[in-house]
T-cell receptor, first 113, second 112 residues
């Protein structure tokens, strides 16, 4: 079955430290890949997307993600987090074969001052 | 720019009542979606639409109905509210299947 896995339910990092959030997917076709962020009481906001081409994609708010086909991964990174990055992050895939959309269960990011 | 607008923002229903969650978008997007979000469970797709007059079931459609008479509007109907439908509901739209989704701010629904 098609799935998206975010292995970490919660992650805590200190302000200024680097961040990596993990995402693994299982899809037969080459998927479209997304990362979204959700602040409390808000809808989801797109951080970045990967369709094809360069496997390292840049997004908003200083985030980047790298698509690794061999590992079926699309991990989100940021070199230095800010307190305002505390939120929940969702990885999502869309199969370009059947348009089905699958979200991961999310990773909640906590920032220590 | 309004984007995706959901109404109401909050609602409390009694078991067995019905209601419609409204969603409208002003971006001329063909694709629209309804999700529910429960704590620790991420987003589950309820229904989606690829254009006016076309709807299809997602992962958790039972207990819900949708219609898409116009490009702009995609209402979600609960006919017989049940406590299991207590959740936060999000509507989203996108220009196409691979396009980024634009989300509304959600409707928090409690069934008592």
């Amino acid at each position: 079955a098609q799935s998206v896995t975010q292995p970490d339910i919660h992650i805590t990092v200190s302000e200024g430290a680097s961040l990596e959030l993990r995402c693994n997917y299982s899809y037969g076709a080459t998927p479209y890949l997304f990362w979204y962020v959700q602040s409390p009481g808000q809808g989801l906001q797109l951080l970045l997307k990967y369709f094809s081409g360069d496997t390292l994609v840049q997004g908003i708010k200083g985030f980047e993600a790298e698509f690794k086909r061999s590992q079926s991964s699309f991990n989100l990174r940021k070199p230095s987090v800010h307190w305002s990055d505390a939120a929940e992050y969702f990885c999502a895939v869309v199969s370009n074969r059947d348009d089905k959309i699958i979200f991961g269960k999310g990773t909640r990011l906590h920032i220590l001052p | 720019n309004a984007g995706v607008t959901q109404t109401p923002k909050f609602r409390i229903l009694k078991i067995g009542q019905s209601m419609t969650l409204q969603c409208t978008q002003d971006m001329n997007h063909n694709y629209m979606y309804w999700y529910r979000q429960d704590p620790g469970m991420g987003l589950k797709l309820i229904y989606y639409s690829v254009g006016a007059g076309i709807t299809d079931k997602g992962e958790v459609p039972n207990g819900y109905n949708v219609s898409r008479s116009t490009t702009e509007d995609f209402p979600l109907r609960l006919e017989l509210a049940a406590p299991s439908q207590t959740s936060v509901y999000f509507c989203a739209s996108s220009p196409g299947p691979g396009g980024p989704q634009h989300f509304g701010d959600g409707t928090r629904l409690s069934i008592l």
